[in-house]
């Protein structure tokens, strides 16, 4: 359901007069003081007073300076910090009537009727339950004279929204759940230390990870590990399954390998219900095989750390989200949950949510397991599936992080669809390739090449485009070819993200908060890379809670550069430490960073100071995210798969010849889906001068940025979430990890 644009600029004054409280509950996760800062922020922006609860639940029911009333720098450079700075705490009493009662006086005491929780289900449902009793408990508290009758017709309904913190990633409803990112990131980098003391001395691991009842993070950290074995609670090992394991550790040693990783879940266990400890995975393999193992129990160290980026975007969307919410909010709406699909917000029926999420227990707890794990959502049944493939086949493919050219070793007809073994060649395009066709033509034929998989940035998905509109001229061009989108600008049309950008995100949140923090007074003008594409410098601007994001897309003029340095100089006024500027590379032709950073620098003198920084090639630097590893791996299956069953439809007269427009695609990921998109059908959504898309998803946070910063930015721009349905969307999700 969208609003007009009319009702979105009313919204901006609905909170004057309302008040607004945040908790945080239950288990801590990374990105919660990120939600914690959107609520606030966006709550002060529409003009409603709101309160911080300090130690979750407890300190509802206890009150008095654990409800505190935040202003706008309250949460001023929290967004990096991992935890939760207004504290988290296990309540009994807030699960006894009387511990209701004591919380609702004290929200009343404060004309609080709109209440923000961010924790798992068990925290959620006690909302809903607060929200249910909400009436009858302001009816008790008028009959012990604690309230008046007035006051409980004043506040005769209390609001509720949902903001699902868990690092299990086990909430269903939500592609992801705030902190499961970030716990994935803790994961891998322990994964990939020990691999480097693991290939030292040849031994084998064993990594108990999170997971009591899902086995979310053991699985997309053994994906993107490359694991040997994996113990999840939704899939227990058939019979036999200590000899197998056993057979695929020993088997890896002889091809080589110096290491072995088996990834458990604490939850982990077999086809009875019976427990796996990890222990005994050790035992085992030590008692069989004689391997040098090692137990390693990640434990709490995966909730700590700072948020990824993608957990402080997640957070700050659903926070502001969960406010508009509580502002359209009648006494007849039901408590909502916000959750993401598709990279979009959504509302998503509060209790609807947490009694799927109980169906899958209560199907694991009858060893109903494979509906269990289709509850969970069609990501984890796909992304099972790929990690099945390669403990099965893990030589299925080889991918080329650069141009690459598919030679296939024999006639389609000897490769069953689905499997194809690829070798890459020598050739690559180093430029487009109308300028080199006949030689690229010539190559084609000498190595009887019949397909062709290009892993690149926009060139990559230009040069398929001209081979297949060259396909009129030369018969050799007349093969599948596709396209995997890899650039950090995320530029490629087709795709929601590409291959790399989500690490680039990471990076130059990391070096940009390592350079500003601390600093007294101070302005980073941060320049990004990107091209014309304003992605990194957006979604980087938001993450790191940026003043402003400078970029093509979003024309910008003096007097919007004059506007910004003022609104730093009231900022730096007010005693706050540091101000941040972001600026893609490409975002003007004349205001140059250097202008930029010399313009700043001069209307803010006596106020503050001002230093550049270019990021540059750093973004493309370091080790790639958990997200990256398994998209690439994801994509990669569904390409060789793709291409073995073109060569195959495509066979004819002993050799290949496929000139249809679906044999030629951009392999992207749409909303949520996984999709092959005609090379040719995105020609007209493509700006080819600026290389990019005309339309681009992530330009639709340019509002939300603007307004945590405290811009006065039209509200109208801000595109509010849909309401959905748990039982609709439960087994459809094809994009989380």
């Given at each position: 359901?969208?609003?007009?644009?009319?009702?979105?600029?009313?919204?901006?004054?609905?909170?004057?007069?309302?008040?607004?409280?945040?908790?945080?509950?239950?288990?801590?996760?990374?990105?919660?003081?990120?939600?914690?800062?959107?609520?606030?922020?966006?709550?002060?922006?529409?003009?409603?007073?709101?309160?911080?609860?300090?130690?979750?639940?407890?300190?509802?029911?206890?009150?008095?300076?654990?409800?505190?009333?935040?202003?706008?720098?309250?949460?001023?450079?929290?967004?990096?910090?991992?935890?939760?700075?207004?504290?988290?705490?296990?309540?009994?009493?807030?699960?006894?009537?009387?511990?209701?009662?004591?919380?609702?006086?004290?929200?009343?005491?404060?004309?609080?009727?709109?209440?923000?929780?961010?924790?798992?289900?068990?925290?959620?449902?006690?909302?809903?339950?607060?929200?249910?009793?909400?009436?009858?408990?302001?009816?008790?508290?008028?009959?012990?004279?604690?309230?008046?009758?007035?006051?409980?017709?004043?506040?005769?309904?209390?609001?509720?929204?949902?903001?699902?913190?868990?690092?299990?990633?086990?909430?269903?409803?939500?592609?992801?759940?705030?902190?499961?990112?970030?716990?994935?990131?803790?994961?891998?980098?322990?994964?990939?230390?020990?691999?480097?003391?693991?290939?030292?001395?040849?031994?084998?691991?064993?990594?108990?990870?999170?997971?009591?009842h899902c086995g979310y993070l053991a699985l997309v950290s053994a994906l993107a590990s490359g694991a040997d074995w994996l113990f999840i609670p939704e899939a227990p090992p058939q019979e036999g399954w200590e000899d197998r394991m056993c057979a695929r550790l020993e088997g890896s040693r002889i091809k080589?390998?110096?290491?072995?990783?088996?990834?458990?879940?604490?939850?982990?266990?077999?086809?009875?219900?019976?427990?796996?400890?990890?222990?005994?995975?050790?035992?085992?393999?030590?008692?069989?095989?004689?391997?040098?193992?090692?137990?390693t129990v990640l434990g709490h160290v995966q909730r700590g750390g700072t948020p990824s980026a993608f957990d402080r975007i997640l957070s700050s969307k659903l926070g502001v989200e969960a406010v508009i919410a509580l502002m359209e909010a009648s006494p007849t709406t039901p408590a909502c949950a916000i959750?993401?699909?598709?990279?979009?917000?959504?509302?998503?029926?509060?209790?609807?949510?947490?009694?799927?999420?109980?169906?899958?227990?209560?199907?694991?707890?009858?060893?109903?397991?494979?509906?269990?794990?289709?509850?969970?959502?069609?990501?984890?049944?796909?992304?099972?599936?790929?990690?099945?493939?390669?403990?099965?086949?893990?030589?299925?493919?080889?991918?080329?992080?650069?141009?690459?050219?598919?030679?296939?070793?024999?006639?389609?007809?000897?490769?069953?669809?689905?499997?194809?073994?690829?070798?890459?060649?020598?050739?690559?395009?180093?430029?487009?390739?109308?300028?080199?066709?006949?030689?690229?033509?010539?190559?084609?034929?000498?190595?009887?090449?019949?397909?062709?998989?290009?892993?690149?940035?926009?060139?990559?998905?230009?040069?398929?485009?001209?081979?297949?509109?060259?396909?009129?001229?030369?018969?050799?061009?007349?093969?599948?070819?596709?396209?995997?989108?890899?650039?950090?600008?995320?530029?490629?049309?087709?795709?929601?993200?590409?291959?790399?950008?989500?690490?680039?995100?990471?990076?130059?949140?990391?070096?940009?908060?390592?350079?500003?923090?601390?600093?007294?007074?101070?302005?980073?003008?941060?320049?990004?890379?990107?091209?014309?594409?304003?992605?990194?410098?957006?979604?980087?601007?938001?993450?790191?809670?940026?003043?402003?994001?400078?970029?093509?897309?979003?024309?910008?003029?003096?007097?919007?550069?004059?506007?910004?340095?003022?609104?730093?100089?009231?900022?730096?006024?007010?005693?706050?430490?540091?101000?941040?500027?972001?600026?893609?590379?490409?975002?003007?032709?004349?205001?140059?960073?250097?202008?930029?950073?010399?313009?700043?620098?001069?209307?803010?003198?006596?106020?503050?100071?001002?230093?550049?920084?270019?990021?540059?090639?750093?973004?493309?630097?370091?080790?790639?995210?958990?997200?990256?590893?398994?998209?690439?791996?994801?994509?990669?299956?569904?390409?060789?798969?793709?291409?073995?069953?073109?060569?195959?439809?495509?066979?004819?007269?002993?050799?290949?010849?496929?000139?249809?427009?679906?044999?030629?695609?951009?392999?992207?990921?749409?909303?949520?889906?996984?999709?092959?998109?005609?090379?040719?059908?995105?020609?007209?959504?493509?700006?080819?001068?600026?290389?990019?898309?005309?339309?681009?998803?992530?330009?639709?946070?340019?509002?939300?940025?603007?307004?945590?910063?405290?811009?006065?930015?039209?509200?109208?721009?801000?595109?509010?979430?849909?309401?959905?349905?748990?039982?609709?969307?439960?087994?459809?999700?094809?994009?989380?990890?």
């Amino acid at each position: 359901v969208k609003m007009s644009s009319m009702d979105l600029e009313k919204l901006k004054m609905t909170g004057a007069g309302r008040a607004i409280a945040v908790l945080t509950s239950g288990g801590d996760a990374q990105g919660m003081n990120a939600a914690v800062r959107a609520v606030t922020r966006m709550g002060i922006y529409v003009g409603a007073k709101v309160y911080l609860i300090y130690e979750g639940y407890q300190g509802l029911v206890d009150g008095g300076d654990n409800i505190k009333l935040a202003h706008w720098h309250s949460v001023t450079n929290i967004i990096q910090q991992g935890g939760t700075v207004i504290g988290s705490a296990r309540c009994k009493a807030f699960t006894t009537r009387e511990g209701r009662l004591a919380a609702a006086f004290n929200l009343v005491k404060k004309g609080i009727t709109n209440l923000c929780v961010c924790g798992g289900d068990g925290s959620l449902t006690g909302a809903n339950l607060f929200r249910t009793e909400w009436s009858s408990l302001l009816e008790e508290l008028v009959q012990k004279g604690r309230i008046t009758d007035t006051m409980a017709k004043q506040h005769n309904h209390l609001n509720i929204v949902g903001l699902v913190g868990s690092i299990d990633n086990d909430f269903c409803g939500t592609d992801m759940t705030i902190g499961a990112d970030s716990a994935l990131h803790r994961i891998m980098e322990i994964i990939d230390a020990i691999m480097t003391t693991a290939q030292s001395h040849q031994r084998t691991f064993v990594l108990e990870v999170m997971g009591r009842h899902c086995g979310y993070l053991a699985l997309v950290s053994a994906l993107a590990s490359g694991a040997d074995w994996l113990f999840i609670p939704e899939a227990p090992p058939q019979e036999g399954w200590e000899d197998r394991m056993c057979a695929r550790l020993e088997g890896s040693r002889i091809k080589g390998s110096r290491l072995n990783i088996i990834i458990v879940a604490e939850g982990a266990v077999d086809i009875h219900g019976k427990p796996i400890p990890s222990t005994y995975v050790k035992d085992l393999v030590v008692k069989r095989l004689g391997y040098d193992t090692r137990v390693t129990v990640l434990g709490h160290v995966q909730r700590g750390g700072t948020p990824s980026a993608f957990d402080r975007i997640l957070s700050s969307k659903l926070g502001v989200e969960a406010v508009i919410a509580l502002m359209e909010a009648s006494p007849t709406t039901p408590a909502c949950a916000i959750g993401l699909s598709g990279n979009h917000p959504v509302r998503l029926p509060l209790m609807e949510c947490v009694e799927m999420t109980k169906l899958v227990q209560t199907a694991m707890n009858e060893k109903r397991f494979d509906e269990a794990i289709k509850l969970r959502g069609g990501s984890l049944v796909k992304v099972s599936s790929i990690h099945i493939i390669f403990n099965q086949a893990h030589d299925l493919m080889i991918l080329f992080f650069s141009v690459q050219i598919i030679k296939k070793e024999a006639k389609s007809k000897d490769f069953p669809a689905g499997v194809l073994r690829t070798t890459g060649t020598s050739t690559s395009f180093l430029t487009l390739p109308n300028k080199h066709m006949e030689k690229i033509v010539e190559t084609i034929a000498k190595f009887n090449i019949s397909a062709l998989l290009v892993i690149g940035g926009f060139e990559g998905y230009e040069g398929v485009l001209q081979l297949f509109e060259a396909r009129s001229r030369y018969d050799e061009l007349c093969i599948p070819m596709c396209v995997i989108p890899a650039t950090i600008s995320n530029n490629v049309p087709g795709t929601d993200f590409s291959l790399g950008a989500d690490t680039a995100v990471n990076a130059g949140c990391d070096k940009i908060k390592q350079s500003a923090t601390g600093t007294k007074r101070r302005v980073f003008v941060v320049e990004t890379m990107g091209g014309f594409c304003g992605y990194l410098a957006t979604c980087t601007g938001i993450a790191v809670g940026a003043d402003a994001a400078y970029i093509f897309e979003d024309p910008f003029n003096i007097h919007d550069l004059k506007t910004n340095v003022d609104h730093l100089t009231e900022k730096m006024k007010k005693d706050i430490q540091r101000g941040l500027v972001l600026r893609n590379e490409k975002c003007h032709e004349n205001y140059t960073t250097d202008f930029i950073h010399k313009l700043y620098s001069s209307e803010g003198k006596g106020v503050f100071d001002c230093r550049v920084n270019v990021l540059g090639h750093l973004q493309q630097g370091g080790a790639p995210s958990p997200f990256d590893r398994n998209f690439g791996t994801k994509l990669g299956v569904r390409a060789v798969q793709w291409i073995s069953e073109r060569l195959t439809e495509n066979f004819r007269q002993d050799r290949v010849f496929a000139n249809s427009p679906e044999t030629a695609c951009v392999l992207g990921l749409n909303r949520k889906v996984i999709a092959f998109s005609p090379v040719t059908d995105l020609k007209a959504e493509t700006d080819f001068e600026h290389r990019m898309p005309k339309v681009q998803w992530w330009f639709k946070l340019r509002p939300m940025l603007k307004m945590l910063a405290k811009y006065q930015t039209s509200f109208c721009e801000y595109v509010p979430g849909e309401i959905e349905h748990v039982t609709r969307r439960s087994i459809s999700i094809d994009s989380g990890f």
